[in-house]
C-alpha cells in the first residue's frame, strides 16, 4: 500500500541523514499515518482510509464530507 494521506494528499518527502563528520546518506520523511475506520453518515456504512494526523484534525474540523467528495 502507498504512503499516502487520503485526505491531505501527505507523501514522504527525502532528505539527508548527516553525521557529525557531514556525511550525507539519502533518507525518507515518512508522513504519520494512522488506519482509521471512519462513519460516513451520507452513505450510512463505515470506510477505513489510511489518514495522517493532520487529516484527523481535518476531518474533525470539516466533517466527513470532505471524503465523500475526494
Do not use: F, Y
Not at 501527505?10 to 546518506?25: C, D, F, I, Q
Amino acid at each position: 500500500m502507498s504512503k499516502v494521506c487520503k485526505v491531505t494528499g501527505k507523501r514522504p518527502l527525502t532528505g539527508n541523514n548527516v553525521s557529525h563528520a557531514n556525511n550525507k546518506t539519502k533518507r525518507r520523511q515518512l508522513p504519520n499515518l494512522q488506519k482509521k475506520r471512519i462513519w460516513i453518515e451520507e452513505e450510512k456504512r463505515w470506510v477505513t482510509i489510511k489518514v495522517s494526523a493532520n487529516g484527523l484534525k481535518t476531518i474533525d474540523k470539516k466533517g466527513t464530507g470532505i471524503l465523500v467528495n475526494a
